[in-house]
């Protein structure tokens, strides 16, 4: 199974800044993505990371707002950019070995914004 | 990929078997049920996955009926650190990109109890 860390596990920010979430993987994977878990919400698809292009990004979520990159099979990064009050969340990077293999998921980014 | 439908809730006593279904009416022949679990504060966990045939791991069991409409995931005996929201979900198998995401429900809050 593979192990995600993400950085940083939490941070406060001030509202208008933009924060960057480290996603690294302990092997190389197919596929990473990024999801926000908002306060007693379920997991929302923002993105699939794809390496060396542009991130696919679900319906509701713009690149201007959530720029993501993946320079190589094992890192992936998501910017959450001139933050607001309503961007406090969960973030989660998850990562998928393979067609059938499960997913794994990093322990997240508790994100506060005042 | 097919909708689920799961209870919000149940309780189950230390100890005993906690059964945790989910109706996934409209699967289609090659999507999988995928159960997933997330402790309070934690990223998801991968419990186990099946497509037909009922299937057992370490941490627990995996029932899909013969017409594949709805499982139910055992967990055999339940202990406090069970505690969590169980996540079913389909998705398609054999393929990559964005086909290859997980969509989260709702899920089941599942309390053990002493």
């Known amino acids: 199974s593979a192990v995600i860390s993400q950085k940083p596990s939490r941070d406060i920010c001030q509202r208008g800044t933009s924060l960057t979430i480290q996603c690294q993987v302990d092997?190389?994977?197919?596929?990473m993505f990024w999801y926000r878990q908002q306060p007693g919400q379920s997991l929302t698809l923002i993105a699939t990371?794809?390496?060396?292009?542009?991130?696919?990004?679900e319906s509701g979520f713009v690149i201007d707002k959530f720029p993501i990159s993946r320079p190589n099979l094992t890192f992936s990064t998501l910017t959450v950019s001139n933050m607001s009050p309503e961007d406090s969340s969960i973030y989660l990077c998850?990562?998928?070995?393979?067609?059938?293999?499960?997913?794994?998921f990093g322990q997240g980014t508790r994100l506060t914004v005042v | 990929d097919a909708k689920t439908t799961q209870p919000t809730s149940m309780d189950c006593a230390e100890g005993r078997a906690a059964n945790l279904p989910c109706n996934h009416s409209?699967?289609?022949?090659?999507?999988?049920v995928y159960w997933y679990r997330q402790i309070h504060s934690q990223g998801p966990q991968y419990i186990i996955h099946?497509?037909?045939n009922n299937e057992t791991n370490e941490m627990a069991s995996l029932i899909i009926t013969e017409d594949r409409k709805s499982s139910t995931l055992i967990l055999p005996h339940a202990t406090l650190r069970d505690t969590a929201v169980y996540y079913c979900?389909?998705?398609?198998?054999?393929?990559?990109?964005?086909?290859?995401?997980?969509?989260f429900g709702t899920g089941t809050r599942l309390q053990v109890t002493l």
């Open positions: 099946g497509l037909k």
């Open positions: 998850s990562a998928l070995g393979g067609a059938n293999t499960e997913a794994f």
């Open positions: 409209t699967i289609s022949g090659n999507e999988y």
């Open positions: 990371a794809n390496q060396g292009s542009e991130a696919t990004y």
């Open positions: 979900i389909v998705r398609v198998a054999g393929v990559t990109g964005t086909a290859s995401k997980l969509t």
């Open positions: 092997s190389q994977v197919t596929m």
